[in-house]
T-cell receptor, first 113, second 111 residues
Framework: KAGVTQTPRYLIKTRGQQVTLSCSPI?????VSWYQQTPGQGLQFLFE???????NKGNFPGRFSGRQFSNSRSEMNVSTLELGDSALYLC????????????FGDGTRLSIL | TQLLEQSPQFLSIQEGENLTVYCNSS?????LQWYRQEPGEGPVLLVTVVTGGEVKKLKRLTFQFGDARKDSSLHITAAQPGDTGLYLCAAPPSSGYALNFGKGTSLLVTP
């Protein structure tokens, strides 16, 4: 069974640019969650989608947005990039309920210059 | 948001030693999950504990859920270099759908 796939694995951008990250969940998983991981803050929840609807949103500015497609694939977009956006962005899929185990991809490492 | 406190933050030990890491909160949880994240990879689920007082063993790893379901511990016996990684605990929210994660314990096991 294929795992969660995130693309690209590495990305370098400059301040002010925007970026789109992609996540393909495990087949049959309808919930996709996004997290930002930094050494100082740990794993911080960005948002969660289920059947193309955003069900939950973390405490991030509006520059961070996402969407989910009918095949459960998800994208997240960050506009007007700031130096502080440098982080590992992790996507996780699950069957759907809040207490279900999360299956993580290996992340996209975003570096802002 | 329910806060999960993990301790210690960092741990460096030699191969063969035993260790325990902790995950504590003031909130009661319906269940708690433990993940391990190796460098360059995403977290991988190790175990889910559900019942207060529950003990689960995974080879040399022993997980315990507190009787009051507010805390959990992970004990590793005879640590090996392959145990190196970031150990994260996570719990479902009282409402909503997003898991809450602790900041993790970073473990380094040297030969």
């Amino acid at each position: 069974k294929a795992g969660v796939t995130q693309t690209p694995r590495y990305l370098i951008k400059t301040r002010g640019q925007q970026v789109t990250l992609s996540c393909s969940p495990i087949s049959g998983h309808r919930s996709v969650s996004w997290y930002q991981q930094t050494p100082g803050q740990g794993l911080q929840f960005l948002f969660e989608y289920f059947s193309e609807t955003q069900r939950n949103k973390g405490n991030f500015p509006g520059r961070f947005s996402g969407r989910q497609f009918s095949n459960s694939r998800s994208e997240m977009n960050v506009s007007t990039l700031e130096l502080g956006d440098s982080a590992l962005y992790l996507c996780a899929s699950s069957l759907g309920a809040g207490n279900q185990p999360q299956h993580f991809g290996d992340g996209t490492r975003l570096s802002i210059l | 948001t329910q806060l999960l406190e993990q301790s210690p933050q960092f741990l460096s030990i030699q191969e063969g030693e035993n260790l325990t890491v902790y995950c504590n909160s003031s909130s009661v949880f319906s269940s708690l999950q433990w993940y391990r994240q190796e460098p360059g990879e995403g977290p991988v689920l190790l175990v889910t504990v559900v019942t207060g007082g529950e003990v689960k063993k995974l080879k040399r790893l022993t997980f315990q859920f507190g009787d009051a379901r507010k805390d959990s511990s992970l004990h590793i016996t005879a640590a090996q270099p392959g145990d190196t990684g970031l150990y994260l605990c996570a719990a479902p929210p009282s409402s909503g759908y997003a898991l809450n994660f602790g900041k993790g314990t970073s473990l380094l096991v040297t030969p």
